[in-house]
Each structure stands twice: as C-alpha cells, then as structure tokens.
C-alpha cells in the first residue's frame, strides 16, 4: 500500500514542477505592460509621420534571439524611412492584444508583432483595425488572409541545407550529426535540409539524427543533448549541428568541450548568429543556420512604406552565419561552394527537397 | 559459498549481463562503448539523486525534492565557478546548497512536524522560481572540468572505457554507491538509520537519539543531489538553464523505489534506464518503432517490478511518518 502512497505523491510532485516551470519561464516582471519611449512623439494620426510599433513576445527587446532581431531590423531602417519607432515589452501572453490596442489607439501606421504565439491576437486586430499594417514574425497565414496583415515566415530547410552543405565538404569522418528538440514541422525542415545538403556536397556521408523524445522539456534539456552530441562523437562524427533551443546548445557546448574541437571537431547553431548568444560554444561554433529576421523586417517596412506590401506571406532568406574566428579555417573553394548554394537557394533555382 | 546462496538472483543478473555487453562489444565495439558511456552519462545524476533519497528514506523521510534540491545545486554551482574562477569552489558550494535545501526538508518536516510531501513540494516549486528569478544569461566557466583516466582501470575493455575515463564527480558517483551501501548495511550508523526508519519508537526505546538523527541523515543526505546538480550544470554541460533537471529527480525517486532503496540495486536500475535512453536514441530512424515506446520501456518495466515484486520489495516502515517522542507509532 506504502507504493501507492509513494507513486502518486511522484506523479503530484511531478505536475506541481512542471506547471512552476511554466510560470517560471515567463522571467522577471517589469510591472503591467512595460513599454519605453525612444522617439520625441510626433502625431502618429497626421499622414506625414510614419510610426512603426513592435510588440515583443514574453521577452525583452535584449534578449540575443527573436525580439532583438525584430527590433533591431526596425531601427536599421528607421533613418531611411524617417519612421517614429517604438516598442513594448509583453510580459504576460495575456497582454498580447492589448499591447498592440496601445498602438492602435494613437494611430500607428504599421505594427510588428513578433512570434508565432501572436498570431492570433495579431489576425484579430487586423480585422478590426483595417487601416493599420501589421508584420507578424514567424506567424504562418493560413486562408482567408486578412489583408492588412502579412506573415513574415522562413524556410527553416534551407538555413539547414547550407549548413549541412558546409558540414558535407569539410568533414573528414564522412559522419556527421544533428540533434534535435521536438519533432515538430520547423526541426523537421532543419533536419531534411541538412541531410540533403550533406548528401549533395558528399554523396558518401552519413548524417545521424536524433529528436529529443518528450514533449514538455524537449527545447530545455541541455543535458541530454550534450549526451547526444557525445555519442555521436564518440562514433565518429565531426560535425554537430544543435538545432532545438537549450537542448541543442547542449549538445553545441559538448562538441566545445570534447578533444580537437575547433580543429577537428565543428558544431553549428542554429536561428540566429549564435556566436553573439552562447560563448561557450566557441571553441567549435564554425557558423549557424540563420533565419535574417532582421533583413525580412526591413523589406517588409520598405514595402509598406512605398505601398508594395501584400497580404499573405512573406518569405525571408536564410542561409548561414559568418564564419568569425573561423573564418581562416574554411577553404577560400569551400566558401565559394556554400556561397553558391545560399544564393541559388534564394532565388529559388535550387530545391532543398523538404515537403512540409 | 553461503552468500553467493542467497545472492543468486542479483549475481546472476549480473554476470548475464556483463557477457551480453561484452558480446555486443565484440561485435562492435565503437557502437558498444559509446552506447554505455552514453548509458553511465545518463545515470550519473540519477544515481545521486537516488541516493540522496535512499539515506533519506531509510530513516524515514520522504524526499520529493530531490528535483529541486539539483536544480538549486546546478545553478549555485555554475554561478559560483563562473564568478570564482574556480571549479572547485563551484562543486563545493553545489554541494553545499544541496545541503542546505537538505536542512530545510528536516528542519520543516522532523522539527516542525510539517507533511513531508509537501515541504518536497514546497522545494521544487521554491527552486524553479528563485533559479528562474535570478538566472543570467552569458557566463562562462573559466575552464572545462577535467577528464581523468584512472590508471590501469581505465585500460580494461568497455568497462574501462564507461566508468574510468571520467569527470570528477561521475567518479564521485561511482565511488558513493559503495560507501553508502557499506554504511547502511555494515555500520552502527547504518544499523540505527534502518532501525528509525522502520521502527522509531523501538529505536528510540533503545536510547538511539531518532529526532538528531533523522535530522542530520537528511541533511547530509542533500550532498548527493547537490553534486547531481553540479554535475548537470558543469561536467554535463557547461552552462546553467532554467528548468535545466528536466524531471531528473523525479526520475531518481522512480528508481529509488525500483532499485528497492538500496544503493547497489539503484546503481543497477539507474543504469538501466540511461541504456534504454540510448537505446532509444540509437534506434531513432533505423527501426520503425516511435522512439517514444523505447523510451516508455524503463518505467513500464517499474511498474511490473513493482507488481510482480510487491510482497518482497517495500519501503521503510516509517517512512513519510512524523515522529513524535512518547506518541509510538
């Protein structure tokens, strides 16, 4: 009877922490909605000014990923757009249709939404707001669009495929790896991409790939893929490619760690330029598989501006990082070969062979 | 002869074993010898967890915070080391605040009388929060934990490659499963931690002094999760995560109970479930299996051990009951 008392307080343990980890993650509190001025306010109602309002997700505008990206993209183009800019900080999902009501009411022209989970919130003020743009990162528009909002997507299976491309040329093991987060449609593309690419530079290679196998903690198991990149270290792999969050940043960081890395042993990040987000990595991080988030923003707020812009979706490039300290270890033929590759990949003459 | 009499199951368990692992080593040992070391890195932290609630439990204090108690360990760890510059000081303040979360489960739950399930609980959610709080993000360890091969043990085939090509605290791991079954089993320590957990108030009728003991056991009992948390966040990884555990205390407390509370038996079942971990990883997009049934095998095979055991197998006595001085039980 003792075991029973025993299993059931595990299993209450268990959901207790899973459901703090969820409230954990959303971080710090900056108090309701948060929300900084950056620009002297013109009145964003009158025709002449163009305003631009980014709304993060749970996260802040310094936070080395996609909301910096995001904001970063939209003062690049400030300048040239002589656009009045500004941003608010969500830190609560809840607050999402709010902080963009915030920009709605004063009038704003155009507001950037970023992330998947937005979408929602985003199409909603779309209807309800047809006079404003709205840019939603990473929000896929299914039909009917609404036309004032247009999704700002990327083709995950290409950034794999040049990387993968680069990992094909540059191994000597003719083994290489990917570890992975949860099997879900945008690691799958970084996964086929990468094999495929691989398989074209190398017909000869063998690319092992392993998806973490629980949902909950798939993106956050940094142990467990550093466990991962050590196995397929030890059966001969060279290069490691880290493509799901903290898990794969594990297993980027165990590739660092082990003999030769760096001479031997490569390992690639994965979304954005991870040199500038995870020191640790260093010793190996040769480059990363790159979503220009920034570029995509950009040319959407041109678009806007000049009245090009259209509804639906919008495909940003991607491709691969630069090589930083790297830079001297990759062949001048080998740069020139992935070089290629990213460019026909981006004007579509060449296919990654991924189908979603 | 009269030992080996009585240990027939488990020996032969074992010496089944060793030769299947070593038939697979000699069909391929690449394979083979990345499949258990990738096993043995699975189980480290398992195992210290694990024994964190054996010496625990043993004297009749539940411990459901052993998820909590590495989560605070692995982040006081790798904060210290990156803010010391010294490895050592890092696992040593690990260490460290896995004893003190120790101290706050007995001192709750022996002193206060506070129920045990949810002072466990009450750490784990406590320890989310304030590691999530005061995580930042960006530092580094100054230098990786170093590899030793021990001598003459690490030249032995397979064996050698798994368990004594190792970091500092996989060898703790290893060395402690011994020392805490010798201790429970063949000490006057051990003698009286069985007999509080099974039976306080006879133990007490005895002169042995339950409350000191209890207390002390628990909080040192913290050192073991304490160094599964130094291990996760810096000879693991080389990084501290929010939520980083992932489960694994709680994944210890399931071989706690499988591995019967005791030390050697948890060493075997911890290591179990890493195989099954690698197994599956292995497997994933030769065979057509979801990897996810793989995975499930080690807690399926909990519960039928569990089932098919139930007369045999059973948790201390005491355990998960206050004691009270003159109340009995």
Redesign the interface.
Known sequence: M??H???S??V???L??AL??C???T??STGSGGGTNTAASGDCSSAEVFCVGLVTDVGKVDD?GFNQAAWEGVEEVKGELGAQTKYIETTDPKDYAKNIKQFTDTKYDVIVTVGFLMGDATRAAGKQYPNTKFIGFDQFQADPVVPNVTGLIFHEDQAGYAAGYLAGLMTKTNKIGVVLGQEIPPTQAYAAGYENGAMAANPGIKVS???H??GN?AF?????????A??ML???ADFIFGAGG?TG??AL??A??TAGAGDKIFCIGVDLDQWN?L??AHPCLITSAEKHEKEGIGTLLKQIKSNEIKPGNFFGTAGISQFHDFDSKVPADVKTKVGDVVKKLEDGSLATGYKP | MEWLQRNRISVGTTVVILVAAYVFYVVND??A???F??AW??AV?LVLGALTGVVGERSGV?N?GI??QMLVAAFTAFFTAAASGSLVVGVGVGMLAGIVMGAFLAFTTVKGLMDQ?IA??VI??VA??L???FYR??Q??SA?MPQWDIPVLSSIPLIGDVFFQTGPIALFALLAVPVVHLALFRTRWGLRTRSIGEYPSAADTAGINVIRMRLLNVTIGGIFAGAAGAF?SME????F????T???G?LA??IL?FGAWRPLRVFAAALFFGFT??L???L??VINIP??FI?LLPYLLTLVV?AVA?GRV??PGA??QPFVKGEGS
Not at chain 2, 236 to 239: E, K, L, N, R, Y
């Open positions: 003792r075991s008392v025993k299993l307080a595990v209450a343990g268990g207790v922490a703090a980890g409230g954990g993650t971080g710090p080395k790939k392993v998806y196998p629980a903690t956050n198991d940094p142990v467990w893929g550093a466990g991962e050590k196995k030890a059966q001969g903290n940043n594990g960081q165990e660092a760690k987000t020191p640790a | 690449n394979v010898t990345s499949m070391k990738g890195f699975f932290p539940v459901i998820e909590g399930i466990g609980v784990n959610i989310t929060g590691t999530s709080f993000p960006g580094v360890l990786n996760l693991a990884t080389a990084g995560e929010r939520g980083m992932a489960g694994r709680f407390l399931a109970i971990n690698a599956a990883s292995q994933q997009g990897q996810q995975t569990l139930a059973r948790a355990v998960g």
